[in-house]
């Protein structure tokens, strides 16, 4: 029984297991499995661990706005210090260092008992922070572990601010992240400064833009109203030509018709009497609109439509003008054509008159 309680592995150090195993490469999967024994160890009050990298940790700590950027803490662990169940118990998990690491801190942490791991986050720090800070996280010893790196980054430059060792107490802890927090909120300012004068700048800037995109779009409005116009100006202009060439091809046609039918009728017209002519006779005379006669002898027994082609073959049609007697006072275009000039009593002479109807 005595040999057996000798020999036996301590309970303690059989639950003992790497806060980071061996091998594992997926970045939140290493949080799930550092929060997860680490929770075996100190309990679940602890500050909140960034799950994921400590890439995109950073980026979670400084890619918002000035305003709303906290410090990166990054917790370094290793099971050899003897120091590490204290810090861990009594200082990092205490409720008023976890209330501060979560209101200004994004807490990332890490294992570097196992030498994969040690070398794994070497080449981290050295890609975001560059050689000086991996060389000095390489030189501290296992047992001035743990460590609470704090970095602040001031304008384009992250550096580590400071190194908090394992062997710090409660008091000095919180005092050197206060002063921390107040040197970050000091640089913090100059850079929400420049900033909310980098956003005023965008903002007059995109007032600009949205003013000019405005008047584009007015220029452009006005352009196509302005097109449009122009097109129904021109559209009305080439109707108001082919209009007008309508009316003129049909006033050409109509006047080739009249001449057509003027110069039909004045070929169908008898020849005039000779003045030696010995039937009778009638000269007719007509005063025109403009005042001036024209005249022609026609036989007394040629009919009344003889007399009104002569007068439409001289350009004064029937259906413009009438034809008219002073005594008795009527329109000859309004008596039988088949009448001779003789029974219509416009013999030997008479004198007619043009009248536009």
């Known amino acids: 029984m005595v040999d057996y309680l000798f020999d036996a592995e301590p309970v303690s150090s059989r639950r003992l297991q790497p806060l980071i195993a061996e091998g594992i490469e997926d970045d939140v999967m290493v949080q799930d499995r550092f929060t997860s024994e680490f929770e075996a160890r100190y309990g679940v009050n602890h500050p909140i661990f960034y799950m994921g990298s400590m890439e995109n940790a950073l980026k979670e700590a400084y890619s918002s706005s000035a305003k709303n950027r906290k410090l990166l803490a990054i ?124 956003e005023a700048r965008q903002m007059v800037k995109e007032e600009q833009d949205i003013a000019y995109q405005e008047s584009l779009l007015a220029d452009r409005a006005k352009e196509v109203v302005r097109k449009q116009n122009q097109a129904e100006k021109e559209e009305k202009e080439k109707l108001q030509f082919e209009e007008e060439e309508k009316q003129k091809h049909e006033r050409l046609q109509a006047e080739e018709m009249k001449e057509a039918i003027r110069q039909s009728l004045e070929e169908s017209l008898p020849e005039e009497p000779a003045p030696d002519c010995t039937e009778p006779v009638s000269m007719i005379r007509i005063r025109t609109p403009d005042m001036s006669n024209i005249e022609r002898r026609f036989l007394a027994a040629n009919p009344l439509q003889v007399l009104l082609n002569w007068v439409e073959s001289k350009g004064y049609p029937r259906n413009s003008f009438k034809v008219l007697q002073s005594w008795p006072r009527r329109d000859v275009t309004e008596l039988d054509t088949h009448q001779t000039l003789m029974n219509l009593q416009l013999y030997p002479q008479e004198m007619l008159i043009l009248e536009e109807r």
């Open 75 to 198: 917790y370094l662990h290793h099971d050899a210090s003897v120091l590490s169940n204290v810090f861990c118990s009594e200082r990092l998990c205490s409720e008023a260092i976890c209330q501060y690491l979560n209101q200004h801190f994004i807490t990332w942490a890490w294992d570097m008992t196992l030498q994969s791991n040690k070398s794994r986050f070497l080449t981290m720090v050295t890609r975001l922070f560059g050689s000086v800070a991996a060389s000095a996280v390489r030189n501290f010893q296992p047992d001035q572990y743990p460590l609470l790196l704090v970095v602040i980054k001031a304008r384009a430059t992250i550096e580590v601010f400071t190194i908090l060792k394992g062997d710090v107490s409660l008091d000095e802890l919180m005092t050197g992240l206060i002063n921390a927090v107040d040197i970050f909120t000091e640089r913090r300012h100059l850079d929400v400064l420049e900033e909310e004068e980098r």
